[in-house]
């Protein structure tokens, strides 16, 4: 039973298109994130949620737009894709008080824009 | 701003010897986290250990092992008998906790480690 599952893992689109990527997570933490791992494997941050609310936003594109339906999902939606998004998108979960556990993270999608 | 250094972008070592991978961390906190991730090829990131900057003991977890130097800012993995499924990336990365859940982990550039036979 995975821990954090995010779909899809593979996603190949064009220029211009917008797409969804959906995260969930089943172990109650109430915390979730989105990061991105750029071309040469540099991991950062983009937002965090803490039951369905945003906490972090760290000077991403507008096109960029995270939903937290409720505490265990975090979809990211991407508008007017561009080539510089090209890249692996992580999703993760960790719970505020047992951050010593450090993040549960996805298995990533990784995002080509053609 | 916090940040974390990886000097090493690529290391190699033989089957069953030992590797130690580099990490040094700038912050003005007293009390934070750190933590070495595991990038294998399956992309999945993995935890493999950590340490708490109020605890002098340094982590162990099996054949890994830190060296933690607060002072000096160091923050270095030590894999020992070293296993051709510890080929991967290896992230150090850094998390000051938080009061109002703005933790987050910030990571260092990564090492690429590959274990010969």
């Known amino acids: 039973d995975t821990a954090v599952s995010q779909t899809p893992k593979y996603l190949v689109t064009q220029m211009g298109n917008d797409k969804s990527i959906k995260c969930e997570q089943n172990l109650g933490h109430d915390t979730m994130y989105w990061y991105k791992q750029d071309s040469k494997k540099f991991l950062k941050i983009m937002f965090s949620?803490?039951?369905?609310?945003?906490?972090i936003n760290e000077t991403v594109p507008n096109r960029f737009s995270p939903k937290s339906p409720d505490k265990a999902h975090l979809n990211l939606h991407i508008n007017s894709l561009e080539l510089g998004d090209s890249a692996v998108y992580f999703c993760?979960?960790?719970?505020?008080?047992?951050?010593?556990?450090?993040?549960?993270f996805g298995s990533g999608t990784r995002l080509t824009v053609v | 701003a916090q940040t974390v250094t990886q000097s090493q972008p690529e290391m190699s070592v033989q089957e069953a010897e030992t590797v130690t991978l580099s990490c040094t961390y700038d912050t003005s906190e007293n009390n934070y986290y750190l933590f070495w991730y595991k990038q294998p090829p399956s992309r999945q990131m993995i935890l493999v250990i950590r340490q708490e900057a109020y605890k002098q003991q340094n982590a162990t977890e099996n054949r890994f092992s830190v060296n933690f130097q607060k002072a000096a800012k160091s923050f270095s993995l030590k894999i020992s008998d070293s296993q051709l499924g510890d080929t991967a990336m290896y992230f150090c990365?850094?998390?000051?906790?938080?009061?109002?859940?703005?933790?987050?982990?910030?990571f260092g550039t990564g090492t690429r480690l590959q274990v010969f036979p």
């Open positions: 990365a850094f998390m000051k906790p938080s009061s109002y859940n703005t933790d987050k982990l910030i």
């Open positions: 993760a979960s960790s719970q505020p008080g047992q951050i010593f556990y450090g993040y549960t």
């Open positions: 949620y803490n039951n369905k609310e945003l906490i």
